[in-house]
């Protein structure tokens, strides 16, 4: 586990280079900081990279982003499974049934971690994550595993919920909320992007974490066709000199004074 947090990068404007990081201990705020060097630094701090405010702040850099919010949340849990009496579900390790707005704005994972002894002739000898993943700002609860069943007997399709109702549950709901598509396009920043620095994975590109996390431009389309299909979709484009365009669907464009968004041809295509 790293104890250690990069707090600012190091750089040679005169080059356009950035030549290192300035880190420090996490454990300590006030803890003297030390210097990394490097022929290439690479930032892969994932979706809450820092990379943007550093870029503006040495090279008066302005990343332009597109982030398409679409009121993703999830619970999420390790839990041992049970046999339901379903034969089609019971043998399936992964168990998948996505989202898919706006018919449909819940969805249900399952996916195996690892075997585990039991002497429970029922169990189905898995330790698994379970997530109930949602859009549309449709949260589900998290303060217990009881209103969590309740809230799934109403919004899923009961065979899932019989899944639910025969886990044991095994670690914390943990619940994760506003997670975003969030592309930074730093190609049309040219040679204005310092030569040796990458972001890599999420810090480049993060989508909906039901799906994987890629960069290239034809998974940017394919893993966000389904959260444009959200009614109270909301998109906020920044451009290389600074200014913000904010999109935002359903009767909350007009309250809010925000235009609509419209759909690219890509997405209408693929959908």
């Known amino acids: 586990k790293c104890n250690t947090r990069a707090t600012e990068l190091i750089v040679d404007k005169s080059l356009n280079v950035v030549k290192g990081i300035k880190y420090r201990s996490k454990q300590n705020i006030g803890s003297p900081s030390f210097d990394m060097y490097g022929d290439f630094i690479i930032d892969c701090t994932g ?6 405010n550093w870029l503006n702040e040495n090279f008066n850099l302005i990343v332009p982003t597109i982030q398409i919010h679409f009121g993703c949340s999830y619970v999420t849990f390790i839990g041992e499974r049970f046999r339901i009496g379903d034969s089609s579900f019971d043998s399936a390790l992964v168990i998948s049934n996505p989202v898919d707005s706006p018919e449909k704005n819940v969805g249900f994972i399952v996916i195996p971690i690892r075997t585990i002894k039991t002497n429970n002739e029922n169990s189905l000898g898995t330790s698994s994550t379970i ?8 949260y589900p609860p998290n303060d217990s595993y009881e209103n969590l069943l309740e ?6 399709d009961p065979k899932y919920y019989t899944i639910l109702k025969a886990a044991k549950v095994c670690s914390p709901l943990i619940p994760s909320r506003h997670a ?6 730093v190609e049309s920043l040219g040679k204005k992007w310092p030569q040796n620095y990458i972001l890599l994975g999420d810090s480049m590109c993060s989508f909906n974490p039901q799906y994987a996390q890629v960069i290239s431009e034809e998974c940017w389309f394919s893993s966000t066709t389904n959260d444009w299909k959200t009614p109270t979709l ?7 000199y600074g200014q913000v365009k904010t999109y935002q669907r359903d009767g909350n464009s007009t309250s809010t004074n925000n235009p609509e968004p419209r759909t690219p041809i890509m997405i209408r295509f693929m959908q």
């Open 151 to 156: 809230w799934t007997k109403e919004n899923l």
């Open 131 to 138: 997530a109930i993943n949602c859009v549309n700002s449709e």
């Open 180 to 185: 975003i598509d969030d592309r930074k396009y």
């Open 47 to 52: 979706r809450y990279t820092s990379s943007p």
């Open 234 to 240: 909301k998109v906020i484009e920044t451009d290389k």
